[in-house]
């Protein structure tokens, strides 16, 4: 059984915005998000500490992406605003029973199975 699961992804216009969660089937500690489009490899996106009081964004989405958490939900947010056709990927959340922020993705430990994010022009 899948330790975290995304959802909340879909098709939307350009300028936009979507709201992914990654819930976790207990406690999650440090969460990463990661996308990966078709011919390209797996790219950091955000990331959060396991007290929340840090994050860490790609250079290409700082400013208009925002990861949050909620624990009482053991859910991490990806909430993406101003959304460009070049962020159309397949999302994925990750986990890892440590405390910091972790870009790499062999930092993590328990993926899901990613969710498909598209933005038209």
């Known amino acids: 059984q899948a330790r975290v699961a995304e959802s909340g992804g879909g098709l939307v216009q350009a300028g936009g915005s979507l709201r992914l969660s990654c819930v976790g089937s207990g406690r999650i500690y440090a969460v990463g998000w990661f996308r990966q489009a078709p011919q390209k490899e797996r790219e950091f996106v955000a990331a959060i500490s396991w007290s929340g009081g840090s994050t860490e964004y790609a250079r290409s989405v700082k400013g208009r992406f925002t990861i949050s958490r909620d624990d009482v939900a053991n859910t991490v947010y990806l909430q993406m605003n101003s959304l460009k056709p070049e962020d159309t990927a397949v999302y994925y959340c990750?986990?890892?029973?440590?405390?910091?922020?972790?870009?790499?993705?062999?930092?993590?430990?328990?993926w899901g199975q990613g969710t498909q994010v598209t933005v038209s022009s």
């Open positions: 990750a986990e890892v029973d440590a405390s910091y922020t972790y870009t790499r993705p062999d930092d993590y430990d328990y």
